[in-house]
């Protein structure tokens, strides 16, 4: 805050002028008062207590006085409690800075240099054999909103995805299209390609497990009739082809990964989520093979009898790693290898983070290891972004049996449920087209689902639940929204009105602690950023929405009398309403002029 480092800095010269001393960074603390005590700012006074040779409330009393006397613009008054000088700030300095924040319309935000560090964060990380789920929209809001977040704080950010386009699950779904599917297309079966194929993963997933079934009647025990039914076997030829590069096989697994990709494309559209590269793990495993080798050359791996290759952590207190198989072939390790190899002779990455759920921790404790004995200058910084679980009022979610909540349906619900709200709001769309009224539904819809994902902290599990998340009232996103609306409405009815000196103003203690809100949003996408934590953006959106609201509810604003209380608090709405657009936006929140 602009304020604070004022005080700082005159804080710096009272010290210097009482005690002649040159108070380092370090030793001016500023803090926000506590609510108990008068004043907005307290300076910590006790590590200047032994250069001034004075009891801690002395040297508080001499620094209060001298700023007082000599920053009058800045400092009104002041309180001393035991080591702690609580600081009044003048009502002109708030004023003043109000104006500032009002004048930045990026307010907050650093500018993102050449020289910046370089973030890329890899996100969503889907499989090509299913549509996007309620899991993938938290990785995909959290990796949108981080990547917005650290770029806010002035950073350069790549934001990457990897797409898991090979393995045994994808020849699932393609032998089960091949046997049942009837040269089904995404264009005759009037089905998005990434559904139509997730259809043919659970399709093959009840005849295989009916084939086991079978078996077992058999005589057969479940573990040799889950390696024997004839299904599982010919997909693992289908694999071994895919492997050799046979024709028909790479043909069919192109053209079905195709529907799939347009799928993917359409939903990440409505989420408002993008990449500026995409990887796929069919292009990288090959790479994370010859990095392994490479490695074994080395001697940092070593190769046990049956031709398996395997790295010794144990003295990293950890187990030891599979990387190839006996047959050869790789193991997502590799792959994430692989991938780490291009992507540092794609850009010169300073940090790289990986969002992915909490399940895989080990993981990618295990990959910071290995990437840093393979010489990756940021592997053993890298970070795992690593979240919970996203669980539903009737449990968890299972795609192989198809009972997992799609992201496509529920965007379409979330947007369905913010019209039918708004509907009940008598008069609210008055005079809107349809057209306009459901884009309003959109942006509502969205925000909901967004906000409610992105306002708990990443790594706890969440329970989602739809219809709290739409509500206008409490900790949402259309409660937010809704203040938005209601400013720039206020906006709108303020046009016309003559202006006035805001210096003229008088300052309610409500309006003060308003300014020193707005003034602490570039301490708190430092925080998120550097905490890896978008909630944090969250949570002071609708702190702030709150205050405003309660602000609202005790004074007027357009039918206050005096022109330059009204003008100050017009000025006011305006900079919480531009705080909150830009605050929002970095979780990936559009705001409606009308609501």
């Given at each position: 805050m602009i304020i604070q480092e004022q005080i700082k800095n005159a804080a710096k010269a009272a010290v210097q002028a009482l005690y002649n001393v040159e108070a380092s960074e370090k030793m001016v603390q500023l803090q926000e008062t506590r609510p108990e005590f008068e004043g907005q700012l307290t300076l910590v006074v006790f590590p200047f207590v032994k250069a001034a040779r004075k009891a801690p409330e002395q040297v508080g009393e001499e620094i209060g006085s001298w700023l007082k006397e000599n920053c009058a613009a800045l400092v009104s008054g002041y309180n001393v409690v035991k080591g702690f000088l609580n600081l009044s700030v003048a009502p002109a300095a708030w004023i003043a800075f109000l104006e500032d924040i009002s004048k930045d319309s990026r307010y907050g935000f650093k500018p993102v240099t050449d020289d910046a560090p370089l973030v890329m964060i890899e996100y969503s990380s889907p499989n090509t054999n299913k549509p996007l789920h309620l899991g993938h929209v938290r990785n995909n809001l959290l990796g949108w909103a981080l990547a917005q977040v650290m770029t806010a704080a002035g950073r350069r950010v790549v934001k990457t995805n990897i797409v898991n386009d090979r393995g045994i699950h994808i020849c699932k779904s393609m032998l089960a299209w091949l046997k049942w599917g009837n040269g089904e297309t995404p264009e005759s079966s009037g089905k998005k390609g990434d559904h139509l194929i997730g259809d043919y993963y659970v399709a093959f997933d009840k005849h295989y497990r009916e084939e086991v079934k079978q078996l077992m009647s058999q005589g057969m025990d479940e573990e040799t009739a889950k390696q024997e039914a004839p299904l599982i076997k010919e997909a693992h030829e289908m694999l071994v082809k895919w492997e050799q590069n046979d024709p028909e096989v790479r043909a069919l697994w192109k053209k079905m990964n195709e529907w799939v990709y347009a799928g993917f494309d359409?939903?990440?559209?409505?989420?408002?989520?993008?990449?500026?590269?995409?990887?796929?793990?069919?292009q990288t495993y090959l790479e994370g093979k010859e990095k392994v080798e490479e490695g074994l050359a080395k001697g940092l791996f070593y190769r046990r009898e049956?031709?398996?290759?395997?790295?010794?952590?144990?003295?990293?207190?950890?187990?030891?790693?599979?990387?190839?198989r006996s047959d050869g072939t790789s193991v997502y390790m590799t792959q994430d290898i692989g991938t780490a190899k291009l992507r540092f002779q794609d850009y010169p990455i300073d940090q790289m983070i990986y969002v992915v759920g909490n399940e895989q921790n080990y993981h990618f404790q295990v990959l910071s290891i290995l990437l840093d004995k393979l010489g990756f200058k940021w592997g053993k910084n890298l970070v795992h972004f690593s979240y919970g679980m996203v669980e539903l009022p009737n449990g968890k979610m299972k795609s192989r049996e198809g009972t997992v909540v799609d992201a496509d349906d529920l965007i379409e619900a979330m947007i369905k449920g913010a019209r039918e709200m708004s509907a009940d709001k008598v008069n609210r769309l008055e005079g809107l087209t349809e057209e306009e009224a459901q884009?309003?539904?959109?942006?509502?819809?969205?925000?909901?689902?967004?906000?409610?994902?992105?306002?708990?902290?990443?790594?706890?599990?969440?329970?989602?639940?739809?219809?709290?998340?739409?509500?206008?009232?409490?900790?949402?996103?259309?409660?937010?929204?809704?203040?938005?609306?209601?400013?720039?409405?206020?906006?709108?009815?303020?046009?016309?009105?003559?202006?006035?000196?805001?210096?003229?103003?008088?300052?309610?203690?409500?309006e003060t602690e308003l300014i020193q809100h707005l003034g602490d949003l570039p301490a708190v996408i430092e925080?998120?950023?550097?905490?890896?934590?978008?909630?944090?953006?969250?949570?002071?959106?609708?702190?702030?929405?709150?205050?405003?609201?309660?602000?609202?509810?005790?004074?007027?604003?357009?039918?206050?009398?005096?022109?330059?209380?009204?003008?100050?608090?017009?000025?006011?709405?305006?900079?919480?309403?531009?705080?909150?657009?830009?605050?929002?936006?970095?979780?990936?929140?559009?705001?409606?002029?009308?609501?």
């Open positions: 359409e939903t990440y559209k409505a989420l408002g989520v993008s990449f500026d590269k995409i990887y796929y793990e069919s049956d031709g398996s290759v395997w790295a010794n952590l144990t003295k990293e207190g950890l187990d030891e790693k599979l990387l190839l884009e309003i539904a959109r942006i509502v819809g969205l925000g909901a689902l967004k906000y409610f994902i992105l306002k708990v902290d990443a790594r706890k599990n969440m329970l989602f639940n739809p219809e709290e998340s739409i509500d206008f009232n409490g900790n949402t996103g259309p409660f937010i929204q809704y203040t938005y609306a209601r400013i720039r409405s206020i906006m709108r009815k303020s046009e016309g009105l003559s202006a006035a000196d805001l210096s003229q103003a008088t300052l309610s203690t409500k925080q998120a950023a550097g905490d890896y934590n978008p909630s944090c953006i969250a949570t002071y959106c609708y702190e702030l929405a709150k205050e405003f609201n309660q602000f609202y509810h005790d004074y007027s604003i357009l039918h206050e009398e005096n022109a330059a209380n009204r003008a100050l608090r017009i000025e006011l709405s305006k900079a919480v309403a531009q705080n909150l657009k830009n605050g929002m936006s970095l979780l990936g929140i559009e705001m409606p002029e009308r609501m």
